[in-house]
């Protein structure tokens, strides 16, 4: 029996040892399995740690920029993690990273624009305001000297209006300032008067049309912008050329200058915001903005002219072509006749020399409703019109009834209220010949000069005569007579 | 009747005269009377100066007029005008002198005298 026993603890242990064996083979397979299965984890994880990475310092970082204009995002570092759990949310977080800096920036669009608009219509009135006081004293200051020193603020002043305005248009106000309808020259010339370089500019006119009021203020703040553009791209002892043409359905003005003209991609970025599409982002204007072809391309679009800026110009520098349609045009209208009822007096006092002027009498009458009343400011029109023939109508309503009156009698007639009224001084020899050339007028001027002194100094002694007979108190006869007696002996 | 704020001002004076604020020649007061030379040529003038030979067509007239049938300041005016006289197109002439006009009191008694008559 204990010969059996180690033999049994043989076999016990052997038994043992294979267990321990086979759990040993077992546990390394396991093992192995594991270490794999763990390394897998471990590249797994690995990955999406350089993926957040790759999503923190790349991703979004090209997203931001994506949004102010470079369009392309990278994707996936590891394209294995494409379509898993991980690779969508990854693309949520874009997605909101991107809806949430496209809402922000929208918004800080809108509260800028708005904050920037009300602030530069305030500007604006302040310059409209100042303008008018700068007006104001440049009518009252007869001195070269202070016109010289108004002059400056005034060209100061505008500029600094027209700033206003644009940034005010392009954060999506109206230009302000009702006009009234306005020759194209004038309209260009008001565009010269808010740039610096007024006076390079040159205005070369063929043409007599006039711009609709609504449309005068935006037309004149879109060439002043390409009028500064062109005076500032280009060297300060060259002229801008402006030309006015006329062109099919419209009118184009045409601005020329001798610069440095536009690269290829400018004229692409131009021709963009020229065409006024798409709301402008005050924020992809630069530094410093250079909102100028932002502002026309609004106002372009608005308004309906077109703007094109990309042809050379003969000189060298950009042709920049400002296409009106007929839409925005008018016939010119002849503002003589109708600035003479509106005249305001005379600022300096002429009344005590001269009797009162007929358009200082026309108002007086106008609340009188009668027929005479009505015809009253009517020969002064006609006589302040510019063509040629004017000088003859102008002389019908005053002369015609006794064209015999003399030379040295001033045509007197009175107003509805009995005041006398002045006319026109004509010329003398006019009375002569009652169909005068319009040049003639100003021939005779060197004879009748002598004749007004003559006439004068008759008057004067006339009036001494006068006198000395009203003391006298003797004379009872006719006191021509007397006068030319006493005017010859003075004489 | 359009108000004559919304005409106004849409060409500043600096234009008008190209910068400059003083005359060629300080020879014009309110007064004086410019009237149009013969034959002049308009080619080459700015609006302002056409308007100003064109009121000049039809006789003599005051600065004054001229100042009120342009609206534009009267200094500005006399700088357009001094380059019309330099240019030929205007010629001017100066009022007569104050010690030939008649003197006030004198008329008046010629009035008091001339109605105690009639």
């Known amino acids: 029996m204990t010969r059996d026993i180690p033999e049994a603890v043989f076999w016990c242990l052997l038994a043992v040892a294979l267990a321990v064996v086979v759990l040993l083979i077992r546990e390394r397979r396991i093992t192995a399995r594991l270490r794999g299965k763990v390394k897998v984890l471990e590249d797994d994880v690995r990955a999406r740690d350089a993926e957040v990475r790759h999503l923190a310092a790349v991703r979004l970082p090209a997203l931001m920029e994506s949004l102010t204009g470079r369009p392309v995002v990278p994707g996936l570092l590891h394209g294995r993690l494409a379509g898993s759990a991980f690779a969508t949310g990854l693309h949520t977080v874009l997605d909101l990273f991107a809806r949430s800096t496209e809402t922000a920036r929208e918004r800080a669009d809108v509260s800028a624009k708005s904050a920037l608009k009300s602030s530069m219509r305030a500007l604006q009135g302040l310059a409209n305001e100042q303008q008018l006081a700068i007006s104001e004293m440049q009518e009252r200051h007869d001195d070269p000297y202070v016109l010289a020193d108004l002059l400056e603020i005034d060209h100061t002043n505008s500029q600094f209006g027209r700033r206003a305005q644009a940034i005010s248009v392009l954060c999506g106000s109206w230009p302000g300032r009702q006009r009234a309808a306005s020759p194209l020259v004038d309209v260009v010339r008001g565009a010269t008067s808010r740039i610096r370089d007024y006076r390079r500019v040159q205005v070369h006119s063929q043409v007599d049309v006039a711009v609709t ?30 030309n006015l043409q006329h062109a099919h359905n419209g009118v184009a003005i045409v601005i020329d200058d001798a610069g440095v003209g536009l690269l290829e991609q400018e004229i692409h970025r131009a021709e963009q915001l020229l065409a006024g599409q798409q709301s402008v982002d005050i924020q992809k204007l630069g530094d410093p903005p250079q909102f100028g072809f932002a502002v026309i391309g609004i106002l ?62 026309a108002p007086a009458a106008a609340p009188a409703p009668e027929p005479a009343q009505a015809s009253a400011p009517a020969p002064e029109p006609a006589a302040a019109q510019p063509p040629a023939p004017a000088p003859q109508p102008a002389a019908q309503p005053g002369t015609q009834p006794d064209p015999a009156s003399g030379p040295a009698a001033e045509p007197m007639t009175a107003t509805a209220l009995g005041l ?72 | 009747m359009t108000p004559r704020s919304a005409k106004r001002g849409l060409v500043r004076p600096y234009v008008i005269t190209d910068g400059r604020a003083h005359p060629t020649r300080n020879t014009f007061d309110l007064v004086t009377l410019v009237s149009a030379a013969q034959g002049g040529d308009l080619a080459g003038l700015s609006p302002e100066k056409r308007r100003v030979m064109a009121l000049c067509r039809g006789g003599s007239l005051s600065v004054a007029e001229v100042v009120g049938h342009l609206q534009i300041p009267v200094s500005v005016t ?20 104050s010690a030939e006009l008649p003197d006030i009191k004198i008329l008046q008694e010629v009035l008091d005298g001339l109605r105690a008559r009639l």
């Open chain 1, 300 to 361: 372009a679009d608005r308004y309906g002219f077109r703007v094109s800026v990309d042809t050379q110009s003969p000189y060298g520098g950009v042709r920049a072509v400002v296409f009106l349609p007929t839409a925005l045009l008018t016939r010119v209208q002849d503002d003589t006749p109708r600035s003479v009822p509106a005249a305001r007096p005379v600022p300096a006092p002429p009344a005590p020399i001269r009797p009162p002027l007929t358009r200082r009498t």
């Open chain 1, 213 to 242: 009021s609504r449309a005068v203020e935006p037309i004149v703040l879109a060439v002043a912008e390409l009028l500064d553009n062109a005076a500032r791209h280009s060297q300060p002892n060259t002229s801008v050329q402006v």
């Open chain 1, 420 to 491: 006398p009224k002045r006319r026109r001084r004509q010329p003398l020899a006019e009375n002569v010949n009652p169909a005068p050339e319009p040049a003639e007028p100003a021939a005779p001027q060197g004879r009748s000069a002598s004749e007004a002194a003559a006439i004068m100094g008759a008057f004067a002694r006339g009036t001494r005569s006068g006198r000395s007979c009203a003391s006298d108190a003797t004379d009872s006869t006719d006191s021509t007579d007397s006068t030319d007696l006493e005017g010859n002996s003075q004489a």
């Open chain 2, 78 to 97: 006399k700088v357009l005008l001094g380059d019309l006289v330099d240019s030929g197109h205007i010629l001017t002439r100066s009022p007569i002198p």
